[in-house]
């Protein structure tokens, strides 16, 4: 009887748990078994590790192998652990020196002639890994991944390798990035954008505040343009936020790009987007377009063209930044923290107080175009602003707009003074906060009040409200909110919630 031992980690939502690979060879009739809530593609690494075995030139052992994946109560998927167990069979059959995998972790997924095949979601083990001290043996084609984040890499490319590795008889340089790498591609620039004084004037404030943005006008005046501006105006993610970020599309085999992974986010998925497909979901939980949108933005263009049911899910994740997803056989949370920008046209035609152009919508269908978007979803957009058409003597000569690199220096600064108030960005100001982060002076309260029983503002209506006043304090850098500021943040609510 022997044990072979070897780490490794499963991939649950973004998290990565330890796995204790445990090999025991034992007498009786041959066979093959693996415990400790494996899926089937876990179940199948039997077959393919018994040919990879064998095709390296090994003796596969005739004796009652036990494959224990511990510990036993979480699930483990995916072909992640066949390098691992092919290597605890190996140090049970007395072919390789159980020392020599104590401070390793093993990834890889094995073809029948002994390749190790890249797998995914590596980054958040690497992290982990790098924590617990232990350098990773990992496939050559996700060796840049988990590199992104650990300096103690080896790629591997077969099981002949990864033995010759672990036994001392071939050196493995750790893993190194490229030095220099792939430019990133330009953002969308302010200045592309011919006049709309008062959207990006929207743009701004949301962009400073990190607050939500609809967007409703006629088709062609540049709805769209305008929120694809949004990412140039805002500062680069920290470190650890931006690792967040990567991590969730890593879980989706999209490794990290060492030019653009401090960019923020940016997703805007289709109108026929269902409801998984928004906030995730499957058989084996993936995340969906929501948390892939995570410390960034999710722009929903065509809005009432989305599903009423798609878009009401979003409402949890806008008030509580993450998603739980419940299956029989597991709960998963992912991370969902994201800045909601929209955009729609004001009927069904699209030409419903245009003057340029005739509506051809009864008032029946362009209510029913309107209903399809709920009320408390409404309430939860900080800024609503009408983007008219231009004259056409915006299109002539050389744009004078300000470009996204000159309005971004000033959503900069704004945020500079909201973290050092309050430690975040004003559209995150939680409720029990409100009057220690956002002080009304007198003035300022009777305008407030006035305005919300006009309005009918709902409470959180009137929150969001003043969290925009103080964004816009901010970006005039002052240091108290004055009446002109809640004066424009009220200009802001044309939905009158």
Not at 58 to 73: N, W
Not at 110 to 137: C, F, P, W, Y
Request: charged letters at 20%.
């Amino acid at each position: 009887m022997s044990i072979g031992l070897v780490m490794s980690r499963a991939l649950l939502g973004i998290d990565a748990p330890a796995v204790r690979i445990e090999v025991f060879l034992s007498g009786g009739l041959p066979s093959f078994s693996v415990s400790g809530m494996a899926e089937t593609a876990v179940r199948e690494s039997k077959d393919r590790v018994r040919g990879a075995l064998i095709s390296s030139g090994f003796r596969f052992p005739q004796e009652r192998i036990t494959v224990s994946l511990a510990p036993a109560d979480m699930p483990k998927t995916g072909g992640r652990f066949d390098l691992a167990i092919a290597l605890g069979i190996l140090v049970a059959s007395r072919h390789l020196a159980q020392a020599g995998l104590d401070s390793v972790e093993c990834y890889g997924e094995l073809a029948l002639n002994g390749e190790v095949r890249q797998v995914h979601g590596l980054l958040t083990a690497a992290i982990k890994a790098r924590a617990a001290d232990r350098s990773m043996l990992v496939p050559t084609g996700s060796a840049a991944e988990a590199a992104f984040t650990h300096p103690a890499v080896h790629p591997v490319s077969t099981l002949l390798e990864a033995t010759a590795f672990l036994d001392g008889r071939h050196s493995i340089e750790p893993y190194s990035l490229p030095a220099t790498p792939i430019p990133a591609p330009p953002l969308e620039d302010l200045r592309t954008v011919r006049g709309q004084a008062r959207p990006k004037r929207a743009l701004e404030i949301a962009a400073a505040g990190e607050h939500n943005l609809l967007l409703t006008g006629p088709p062609g005046t540049g709805k769209s343009i305008l929120a694809r501006c949004l990412p140039g105006l805002l500062p680069d993610l920290d470190p650890v936020a931006a690792l967040e970020a990567v991590a969730i599309e890593s879980l989706l085999g999209n490794p990290p790009s060492a030019s653009t992974w401090r960019r923020r986010p940016f997703r805007a998925p289709h109108h026929t987007a269902s409801a998984p497909a928004l906030v995730g979901g499957g058989a084996g939980p993936q995340p969906g377009e929501i948390s892939r949108a995570h410390n960034g933005v999710l722009f929903l263009d065509e809005l009432p063209e989305f599903n009423r049911h798609a878009l009401e899910v979003l409402r949890e994740p806008l008030e509580t930044g993450s998603i739980n997803i419940a299956r029989a056989n597991a709960q998963l949370k992912f991370p969902a923290r994201f800045q909601l920008v929209a955009a729609m046209n004001p009927c069904p035609c699209g030409f419903y107080g245009d003057p340029g152009n005739d509506c051809r919508c009864s008032g029946d269908r362009v209510a029913a175009y309107l209903a399809r978007i709920s009320g408390p979803l409404l309430d939860r957009m900080d800024l609503v602003v009408t983007v008219d058409r231009p004259p056409a003597s915006a299109f002539r000569g050389r744009p004078s707009a300000e470009s996204s690199a000159c309005v971004g220096r000033r959503v900069r600064a704004a945020r500079e003074r909201a973290l050092n108030r309050q430690g975040h960005v004003n559209g995150r100001i939680p409720g029990a906060s409100m009057e220690a982060s956002c002080p009304l002076p007198e003035s300022a309260w009777r305008l407030l009040e006035e305005a919300a029983d006009k309005l009918q503002l709902s409470a959180r209506g009137l929150h969001r409200t003043t969290r925009v006043a103080r964004t816009i304090a901010d970006l005039d850098a002052a240091s108290d909110i004055a009446p002109a500021h809640v004066a424009e943040a009220l200009t802001f609510r044309g939905h009158g919630r």
